[in-house]
């Protein structure tokens, strides 16, 4: 039996999804609530790993067991029991065994939040970046353009990474702006048939540098055409990236 | 010379702003700072008190200091080197000895945060109450009406307050929603000339009693008249209510 699980968490004091040595990864912490709610040692296939730090409102994960009475959409309330409070499953349901929620993902999409403010605002450090000036909505809308469609990556891309291709498709790049209390807030909304490492951050930097006239048009296709990581901004934070959403054909 | 600060802090860790024993509050880590950094113990007196677990954009203070070179517009980077980064001083300045942060405080606005879900969102835990079910915005806005005006708020205070009057009066209850992937948020935004203690987060709970039709303007009414606590719906968690803003005749 294939159980689908969407999964929301604040990666803040996480090291990542992933599980790894010597750290607290948000994988770690629910095959343990699985072990701790079924018995069971059961790994666990996410769409794909998210840094450390980055949160999550719609992650999704596989994961296959046998002899298990609890119905999908249970799982929910039968594991969040046993997981800490800034981790959290929020919907389950069944497939079957040619689901993979990693390779059968098509689209994900990632918001990343600025806010604008020359000094720090404790309430909305947790899940945003903070920049002393960024351009006019039109500037980063426009700039925004620049990335949707297929191009290589490769210069968004962490250097070390091992992946067969640097090329993906970026549907759209949405920027929506609020007013608060505390100033102005910035939403990216970056969606794709797949990401690469710190891909989302670069691409969010890059843009800031596009919107401002720091850079130009012409770097950003240089960038796309040589893969030199140099002609592109700052990698930002990690603290200001969620994964929002994986679509799947079927069921998102 | 008496010094102004305006002050932003995220409550999660804090057992209020009043310094207390054998808790750690905002107003203890401001008056360390000030220390710290200017070498004198001087307590702060501030626009009133915020409750154990509640947050602040705007909470403003005063203190005097004499033999200081310091200018009132540089205290903020003199005293955020000493101050943990859930608390912030994001402005400062001079004023003359008949201004009193408490005292000369003329209106306060509030937001109380709830978002809509049958399950806990990680993301949103921190800043925002969960409710299951809400009522439509129409009807949210239309009962918020019912607390504008001068009214005997005795019902919404927590008892053993011993204020000298408990009618105050509230100049505007504005609802705001939005749509986010993780369904909807509620914005509750109180502004009054001034707030018992447990005011905003019983004024919450009561809205959405009415706005539900669970209880009615007749039982609200009766709580003006009576004074009684359990005629009013639950008082709201802490970790939705923030401290916006307080305005002041001269510079808010």
Same mark, same amino acid.
């Given at each position: /039996?294939?159980?689908? #699980? ?12 992933? $599980? ?12 343990? *609530?699985?072990?701790? @709610? ?18 999550? *409102?719609?992650?999704? $994960?596989?994961?296959?067991? !046998?002899?298990?009475?609890? =119905? =999908?959409?249970? /799982?929910?309330? $039968? ?38 403010? +020359?000094?720090? /605002? ?6 945003? @970046? ?6 006019? #909505? !039109?500037?980063? %809308?426009? @700039? ?27 549907? !759209? ?5 609020? %007013? ?15 990401? +690469? ?12 540098? #596009? ?19 140099? #002609?592109?901004?700052?990698? /930002?934070? @990690?603290?200001?990236?969620? +994964? +929002? %959403?994986?679509?799947? %054909?079927?069921?998102?």
């Amino acid at each position: /039996m294939r159980y689908v #699980l969407k999964i929301a968490y604040d990666g803040t004091d996480y090291a990542g999804w992933q $599980c790894q040595k010597n750290a607290v990864t948000v994988q770690e912490k629910l095959e343990e *609530a699985i072990f701790s @709610a079924l018995g069971q040692n059961i790994r666990v296939t996410a769409s794909g790993r998210t840094d450390a730090g980055v949160h999550a *409102a719609g992650q999704v $994960c596989h994961f296959d067991a !046998e002899n298990i009475t609890v =119905p =999908p959409e249970k /799982m929910p309330d $039968c594991l969040n029991r046993f997981l800490p409070p800034d981790v959290r499953v929020t919907d389950g349901w069944g497939a079957d065994e040619t689901f993979d929620a990693n390779r059968s993902a098509k689209r994900k999409t990632y918001c990343y939040s600025l806010y604008v403010s +020359l000094r720090e /605002m404790p309430l909305k450090e947790r899940y945003a @970046a903070r920049v002393e000036t960024a351009p006019d #909505l !039109e500037k980063l %809308q426009a @700039a925004a353009k620049l990335f949707e469609g297929e191009h290589d990556f490769k210069a968004f891309c962490a250097s070390g990474s091992s992946v067969k291709t640097t090329v993906r498709t970026v549907y !759209e790049v949405k920027v929506e702006e609020a %007013q608060t209390y505390g100033g102005r807030d910035l939403k990216i909304y970056v969606t794709g048939n797949g990401f +690469l490492y710190n891909m989302v951050r670069t691409l969010t930097g890059e843009l800031l540098e #596009l919107a401002s006239g720091r850079r130009t048009e012409e770097s950003l296709l240089q960038a796309y055409a040589t893969g030199k990581r140099e #002609l592109l901004g700052k990698t /930002m934070p @990690a603290k200001g990236l969620t +994964l +929002l %959403q994986v679509e799947y %054909q079927t069921k998102n």
